[in-house]
């Protein structure tokens, strides 16, 4: 089968360079996608759209072959059924398509800085795992090939809603605050808020929850216990062979934010897209936000102050991100030395990091 100067036969992908045919094995093939250049506008002179089959291979060695879309669309068709382990697409750090997990994201395709990329089904971000649906555990499995899980949850969260448990699925409890000697801080009433999911307990607090939030994200780049956690986190990550890695908090967006920016830091990419990354929660968690607030609309509960707390619940700001980034400023430098001597990521073994999940 042809698709514009590339075939594929015998379970080979056949092409040739320098005048020399090249046959790659489908099976080596590790992310494939379209990458498209050009624009059609109506207000500008109309450029030409030129589509691009791109391969990424198991030695990370990348190739870029011209052909019309239904072309690639084909080829990639044809690909995933010699090596259905392939990964296909450009997530970008988007949304997962599953039944009951909302805020659960591939960090595949981010760039970074230098012009690499995030490797798919490598790095996955999420809410909690309770309410998996079978289908969604098929999913996660077969065709994200999940293999370790990073739960980021205290013991009360965990407790309440416990993981679901995955054969073949290794587990890591790494809990971001110690319950044990800050059990009156606001880390852990905003926990405590989080893991019940009671509506009457968050209704009847008369705090700032979203003040909580900011103390929280402070707290996690400058106190020890929390720290220390990030460090075990991104050892986890670095030991991590083969499938992908998932971690989780709750919802999604505070711990597994912090968490999350801190990695991309150390992959080099840019901040830019760092916040992009993390602003995505607001997406991905708008729906559960619309039932919660549809609730206190049917209940008459919708006073401003309720609807306020219910949506520092489920939503983030820019400004928590920026606060984390201005305490890690204020207590190191700069965010390398952060990386260095809070996380313990000299610059061998953030090679090694970006050398795991860049291409």
């Not at 080596?28 to 250049?37: C, K, L, S, T």
Request: glycine share 6%; with cysteine.
């Amino acid at each position: 089968m042809r698709y514009g100067k590339i075939r594929v036969e015998d379970g080979n992908l056949v092409f040739f360079r320098h005048m020399i045919q090249n046959n790659l094995p489908c099976r080596d093939i590790i992310w494939a996608y379209i990458h498209r250049e050009g624009e059609s506008t109506e207000t500008a002179v109309k450029q030409m759209i030129s589509n691009y089959l791109v391969i990424i291979t198991r030695r990370k060695k990348r190739y870029q072959f011209e052909m019309t879309e239904h072309e690639a669309q084909d080829c990639l068709r044809i690909l995933k059924l010699f090596n259905p382990e392939m990964a296909t697409g450009f997530p970008k750090g988007g949304k997962i398509a599953l039944e009951s997990l909302p805020n659960t994201r591939d960090l595949g395709a981010i760039a970074t800085k230098d012009g690499r990329h995030v490797l798919p089904r490598k790095l996955l971000r999420s809410g909690n795992l309770y309410h998996a649906s079978m289908a969604d555990q098929r999913v996660l499995q077969e065709e994200c090939k999940l293999k370790t899980v990073i739960d980021l949850r205290d013991h009360t969260e965990r407790k309440e809603r416990p993981d679901i448990v995955l054969k073949g699925v290794e587990y890591y409890h790494i809990p971001m605050i110690d319950e044990e000697t800050i059990s009156d801080s606001p880390e852990s009433v905003l926990g405590m808020l989080q893991a019940n999911g009671m509506l009457q307990q968050v209704l009847a607090y008369d705090g700032d929850i979203e003040e909580l939030i900011r103390i929280q994200y402070e707290n996690f780049v400058k106190d020890q216990y929390s720290v220390k956690q990030c460090a075990r986190f991104m050892d986890v990550l670095l030991h991590h062979e083969n499938g992908a890695v998932l971690w989780h908090c709750s919802f999604g967006k505070d711990r597994v934010g912090v968490t999350t920016a801190l990695l991309l830091c150390a992959l080099g990419v840019h901040r830019d897209e760092i916040r992009e990354d993390f602003m995505r929660s607001n997406v991905c968690l708008a729906g559960e936000l619309d039932y919660m607030l549809r609730y206190l609309e049917a209940n008459r509960l919708d006073s401003i102050a309720n609807v306020n707390k219910v949506s520092a619940l489920f939503k983030v700001k820019e400004e928590y991100l920026d606060r984390m980034f201005r305490v890690i400023y204020t207590e190191y430098g700069n965010v390398d030395r952060f990386l260095r001597r809070g996380l313990y990521l000299n610059p061998k073994t953030v090679t090694d990091l970006q050398g795991k999940y860049l291409i």
